[in-house]
């Protein structure tokens, strides 16, 4: 079997991750040859982690901006000529949306945005010029959706959220992401607290990723005479942080909450390890990756109990209600006063998260495609 991806420039941090674990774990099964048509950044950035089956080819006609695909623009001729001459079995897209042009081949898409599904949680951010970039995206994606041989979700809630809102595909696939082996620690925390309790949250800021809601669970438990400190990882849009900032002075808990703006990831890995709890609160995601990795650092979880985040986690963390502040600081508050089961959430959470390997996400996609194509 012969795959062309269309990487382009790989678009945002979590695709190029992606595209990184996907490419390395490719060697699971070389009979499957895959063809990796990117944008040169892409390619020099992919070199040093594809896996010996796959082949990468570098061209700046590679990217695509949005126009083009509003405007269903075929791909250039050069990239035309590329998958030509590959002779591939399949064309897959994973940024979600399918160029014009690939029609003589077999299609398939990752679907990497849940926003493009739930409306609700797109419209929270308000009207703004992210959340119009996105309606849009959203309508190539859906369209994409409709012309696809097949979509790849990655949990179980991602598809049956696309079947719930109507949203037509032919075929889909449930594959879960993967965490690679060096991100993993050696084992789950097991340690007294700090004092006073350290908390994390890693994520960008926006509104559904509910650091507002968080920041008035630590002001609840302040008021119950629990001292925490949540630390906020992640930046967003100006307005965004601006809210975040005002909220935190109004509620008068500056002294808990630490906001951090860019970390390098080897030290995002650190600070998971020194938190007493890790923290994750997103109202909607595909897979909950940044979820996974506080699985596989063996970190005590609370979490939103919304979207595919206790799909994900199962029973391996405690589960709250993002829109409650006493939710949420019965939740936290459970954990700090129960030192055995911090021990054995971090111990399921860890082990649960060993199946998360971008060697399972490969086989299931190739074994899927073959299946597809008869083989």
């Known amino acids: 079997m012969k795959i062309v991806i269309l990487a382009g420039d790989g678009g945002s941090g979590g695709l190029k991750g992606y595209l990184k674990g996907f490419l390395s774990a490719c060697a699971v099964d070389i009979s499957v040859q895959v063809t990796v048509v990117c944008t040169p950044q892409l390619e020099e950035t992919l070199r040093g982690c594809a896996a010996s089956n796959v082949k990468l080819i570098a061209s700046t006609a590679a990217n695509s901006k949005l126009s083009d695909y509003l405007l269903n623009k075929p791909l250039p001729d050069s990239v035309l000529q590329i998958i030509e001459q590959e002779k591939p079995d399949i064309v897959y897209f994973p940024n979600s949306i399918i160029r014009k042009g690939a029609e003589n081949y077999k299609t398939v898409l990752e679907l990497h945005n849940q926003l493009y599904i739930d409306t609700k949680q797109l419209w929270r951010q308000g009207l703004s010029k992210t959340t119009l970039s996105q309606l849009l995206q959203r309508y190539c994606a859906r369209r994409s959706m409709r012309q696809a041989d097949a979509v790849i979700f990655d949990s179980k809630q991602s598809m049956q959220q696309a079947k719930d809102n109507g949203v037509a595909f032919q075929k889909g696939i449930c594959v879960y992401f993967g965490i690679e082996p060096s991100e993993r620690a050696f084992g789950f925390r097991n340690a007294p607290l700090h004092d006073p309790v350290s908390m994390i949250y890693i994520s960008t800021i926006f509104p559904y990723k509910n650091q507002i809601p968080l920041v008035r669970g630590v002001a609840e438990l302040k008021n119950r005479g629990i001292r925490t400190q949540l630390h906020l990882v992640g930046s967003g849009p100006a307005k965004y942080e601006e809210r975040l900032k005002q909220e935190i002075e109004k509620l008068g808990v500056s002294d808990s909450i630490v906001l951090h703006n860019w970390v390098e990831h080897d030290e995002i890995k650190r600070m998971i ?64 006063e129960n030192p055995k089961l911090r021990a ?27 299946e597809m194509l008869g083989e």
């Not at 595909?286 to 996974?292: D, K, Q």
């Not at 959470?349 to 899927?368: L, P, V």
């Open 344 to 370: 054995e959430y971090a111990k399921k959470a860890f082990d649960i998260s060993a199946q998360y390997t971008w060697e399972n996400h490969a086989q299931k996609i190739f074994a899927t495609l073959k």
């Open 273 to 336: 390890d020194e938190s007493d709890i890790f923290v994750y609160g997103s109202s909607i995601e595909t897979s909950g990756f940044g979820l996974m990795e506080g699985m596989a650092r063996g970190a005590v979880i609370a979490c939103n109990a919304e979207s595919c985040m206790p799909e994900v986690l199962g029973d391996g963390g405690e589960l709250f209600d993002v829109h409650s502040p006493q939710s949420i600081a019965d939740a936290l508050q459970k954990l700090i």
